[in-house]
């Protein structure tokens, strides 16, 4: 607790971090920005059968074909594909490492760009099992530096969020709303200066079994959403309003 490692992350996490101790990693590694990754998915040269055995399969496992076939991408001529996987096996270890120091119960955020986004969900999801991803949140940058000439303006960075298992707890974020949407969205006061809206209480599809009058209102053709016990009881707090004349409507 309370203490600074200054040094390489892999090394500081192997050296002193226990099993499970951790209850929130956030991290904001290098992005390997302005790399041309387009050629990470070229086919492997020759010995094709095997690898189409393997993909029809669909399960793939470190063999010595996947073994032969990594060091020849190593050692091809484009090295942009060597750059990334030096990239991704330098980001594998060190998720291995955080997956391991992280409590059954913590949670992992990390930051990066589509630069490579998409490559370390891959591997997160390795790392996490798929099932532990719990959201991408995009994070919008103020302005587009300027970028939109050829393209898209790029403005978003990305977060991926990681329970370590399915009891990593999520708090309910709430906050407040601006208050312009308050006055434009809930344009109804009550005697205590409350706000509030009004949405109409027709059912999207038609419910025959929902379909009754009460208090003398006939519902829409669909019939009401709700039955007509819980029509009583929103009654009784008095979150009903009614139109001032049977058949009548009231301005939402
Ligand atoms: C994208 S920057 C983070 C910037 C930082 N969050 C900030 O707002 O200033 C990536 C950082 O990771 C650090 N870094 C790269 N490899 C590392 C390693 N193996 N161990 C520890 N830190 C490393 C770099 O020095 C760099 O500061």
């Not at 109409?200 to 006939?218: F, I, Q, V």
Request: net charge negative; proline share 6%; hydrophobic share 35%.
């Amino acid at each position: 607790m309370n203490q600074l490692y200054y040094g390489d992350n892999l090394q500081v996490l192997r050296d002193h971090i226990a099993d499970e101790s951790v209850d929130l990693i956030y991290l904001d590694p290098p992005f390997n920005s302005k790399r041309d990754y387009n050629l990470l998915f070229k086919s492997p040269k020759g010995v094709a059968s095997e690898a189409q055995i393997e993909a029809f399969e669909d399960t793939w496992h470190w063999n010595e074909q996947a073994e032969r076939e990594f060091d020849e991408l190593l050692h091809q001529p484009n090295t942009s594909v060597a750059d990334m996987m030096a990239y991704l096996t330098m980001m594998a270890n060190r998720l291995l490492e955080l997956h391991r120091v992280l409590a059954p119960t913590g949670s992992l955020y990390l930051h990066c760009d589509p630069t490579a986004s998409h490559y370390l969900k891959i591997v997160l999801d390795g790392v996490f099992g798929k099932e532990n991803f719990r959201n991408e949140i995009i994070w919008k940058r103020t302005t587009s530096h300027n970028d939109a000439k050829n393209q898209y303006p790029d403005v978003t960075d990305t977060i991926f969020y990681y329970g370590k298992t399915e009891a990593a707890p999520f708090r309910r974020q709430f906050i407040g709303y601006s208050e312009h949407y308050l006055t434009t969205k809930y344009r109804h006061v009550d005697a205590e200066g409350r706000r509030y809206r009004l949405s109409d209480m027709r059912s999207p599809s038609p419910r025959p079994n929902l379909t009754y009058a009460y208090k003398g209102h006939e519902p829409h053709p669909n019939g009401w959403a709700i039955s007509l016990e819980k029509m009583k009881a929103l009654d009784e707090c008095g979150r009903l309003e009614f139109p001032k004349k049977q058949g009548g409507r009231i301005q939402l």
